[in-house]
């Protein structure tokens, strides 16, 4: 299973971008899907999640200015980030659990990241 990173880039304060991570593979299904990210100097922090049923959660730094939202179909969870701030820049990281087969067991995996810089 590997997940890939998207969507990420330079972008003014105040400004959008929509993050996406599309998940390929043998794999019999994903539960939670979140998104992390990590500040040059800072430890990776949770930014938002949504589980299998589409219950979201979100750091509280985003709330109100970031969504997360999934695509089961596509394997694919989004981010949708308006209103950025230069605090927001940061390496954005996927991270999925996913169920395998033949064990049904569940695995995490994470995503290569992606870069968002907001100008000040």
């Known amino acids: 299973v590997q997940l890939q990173a998207s969507g990420g880039g330079l972008v003014q304060a105040g400004g959008s971008l929509t993050l996406s991570c599309v998940a390929s593979?043998?794999?019999?299904?994903?539960?939670?899907m979140h998104w992390y990210r990590q500040a040059p100097g800072k430890q990776r922090e949770l930014v938002a999640t949504?589980?299998?049923?589409?219950?979201?959660n979100y750091a509280d730094s985003v709330k109100g200015r970031f969504t997360i939202s999934r695509d089961n179909d596509k394997d694919t969870v989004y981010l949708q980030m308006n209103n950025l701030k230069p605090e927001d820049t940061a390496v954005y990281y996927c991270?999925?659990?996913?169920?395998?087969?033949?064990?049904?067991?569940?695995?995490?995996?994470w995503g290569q990241g992606t870069q968002v810089t907001v100008s000040s």
């Open positions: 991270r999925f659990t996913v169920t395998r087969v033949p064990s049904y067991y569940n695995y995490i995996y």
């Open positions: 593979g043998t794999f019999v299904g994903i539960n939670a």
């Open positions: 949504i589980t299998s049923g589409g219950v979201t």
